[in-house]
């Protein structure tokens, strides 16, 4: 069973930045589009940014130019930079692996970041 796991997350205070890490595991990491979503208390599911088997990347307009998403196939782990956080990005973040070509995807359990001060 594959298995995703976030790391990095916390309190940190407005203005501040923090690196997301998801490691995962028993899948083949290259042929999955990576990417993270966050949910915050009442709202739905949101795309923060994903990438591609490729290395192209997507944001959503809300985080764009403030978070940058890497990964390093070599450790089958992808990265969130978020820097000039706010509160407003106050949520759980979760790391979704998904394959195009058979539609197959997984979720890591979420790490929970808080922006305050």
């Known amino acids: 069973q594959a298995q995703l796991v976030e790391s990095g997350g916390g309190l940190v205070q407005p203005g501040g930045s923090l690196r997301l890490s998801c490691a995962a595991s028993?899948?083949?990491?290259?042929?999955?589009?990576m990417g993270w979503y966050r949910q915050a208390p009442g709202k739905a599911r949101e795309l923060v940014a994903h990438?591609?088997?490729?290395?192209?990347?997507y944001y959503a307009d809300s985080t764009k130019g403030r978070f940058s998403i890497s990964r390093d196939n070599a450790k089958n782990t992808v990265y969130l930079q978020m820097n000039s956080l706010g509160p407003e990005d106050t949520a759980v973040y979760y790391c979704?692996?998904?394959?195009?070509?058979?539609?197959?995807?997984?979720w890591g359990p979420g790490t929970q970041v808080t922006v305050s001060s």
């Open positions: 979704n692996a998904y394959r195009t070509s058979t539609t197959t995807q997984y």
């Open positions: 028993r899948i083949m990491f290259s042929l999955y589009r």
């Open positions: 990438i591609t088997t490729g290395g192209s990347t």
